[in-house]
């Protein structure tokens, strides 16, 4: 793997957080203090990324935190809970959708001085972190980028570890390093282009754990002759499509829920 063949990297946050980012950038948590409104983690996440150091020095909490691949057990924690409660309140249609969406930031940033990589989840007990250079040769990408950490009930550790894997950018991270948004449904744009006409925006449902034709994170293009399309279990079903079709034509929404615990979304 190299720098190039990863494509892009992500960064998950409110879309109430984007009017701020696209005016002065993507900054740290500790840089920001009661301002920051990430809407990722609860208190004693907070707690461990003020108190845990990566080898520049810095505490976790003043990188910016950015991942290879945006659906972490994190994301899909979130995801769930907002569902479950929007089911709750009884919301439907475009206005039931999750709030999160996902910054397009370059890979540039892997070259920068300060940048360290870590191997699986940075506020874990005994966290291991690495250069950019260093960590991308032993990262296991398959397992970064794998659809999902479990199966039939079966954690598979090593994705679990993997797919967490953070890259931690001191302070803050330049407009002119975002590339563009992926927002899970399309009644999420116009929100955006209002504020930012220029902005690129993409509808990428299966981030935020939707089922729909599966690309790889690093192939943005979509192209659906080349992408498969799965029904929960991760079978080809042509008439999964077809059903999706009929869905989104009465304007619903077709869930994907990977099959996890509560250890796989606990952070």
């Known amino acids: 793997m190299n720098v190039e063949a990863i494509g892009e990297l992500h960064h998950i946050t409110p879309l109430r957080n984007l009017d701020s980012i696209l005016t002065s950038g993507i900054r740290s948590p500790a840089s920001l203090g009661f301002q920051y409104s990430s809407g990722m983690g609860d208190d004693s996440i907070r707690e461990r990324r003020s108190i845990y150091r990566v080898p520049n020095g810095k505490f976790l909490n003043e990188h910016v935190y950015l991942y290879f691949n945006p659906r972490t057990p994190l994301m899909f924690r979130h995801v769930s809970e907002w569902r479950a409660q929007a089911k709750k309140n009884l919301v439907q249609g475009e206005n039931a959708y999750f709030d999160l969406i996902v910054l397009r930031v370059s890979v540039e940033l892997l070259k920068r001085r300060g940048v360290y990589v870590s191997c699986g989840n940075p506020s874990r007990s005994s966290p291991k972190f690495g250069?950019?250079?260093?960590?991308?040769?032993?990262?296991?990408?398959?397992?970064?980028?794998?659809?999902?950490?479990?199966?039939?009930?079966?954690?598979?550790?090593?994705?679990?570890?993997?797919?967490?894997?953070?890259?931690?950018?001191?302070?803050?991270?330049?407009?002119?390093?975002?590339?563009?948004?992926?927002?899970?449904?399309?009644?999420?744009?116009?929100?955006?282009?209002?504020?930012?006409p220029s902005i690129e925006v993409d509808v990428r449902p299966d981030f935020f754990f939707e089922r729909s034709v599966i690309v790889d994170p690093r192939n943005r293009t979509g192209d659906w002759a080349k992408s498969l399309v799965v029904n929960a279990n991760g079978v080809r079903d042509v008439q999964y499509l077809l059903n999706r079709a009929w869905h989104v034509a009465l304007g619903e929404s077709v869930v994907e829920h990977p099959d996890a615990t509560d250890d796989d979304v606990e952070r």
């Not at 991308?136 to 479990?150: C, G, N, P, T």
Request: aromatic share 10%; hydrophobic share 35%.
């Open 131 to 196: 250069s950019p250079d260093f960590m991308i040769e032993k990262l296991d990408f398959k397992s970064v980028y794998a659809r999902e950490w479990s199966r039939n009930g079966t954690k598979n550790d090593r994705v679990h570890e993997q797919i967490q894997s953070e890259i931690l950018v001191p302070d803050y991270v330049s407009c002119n390093h975002i590339m563009g948004i992926y927002v899970g449904h399309s009644a999420q744009i116009p929100m955006i282009k209002q504020l930012f």
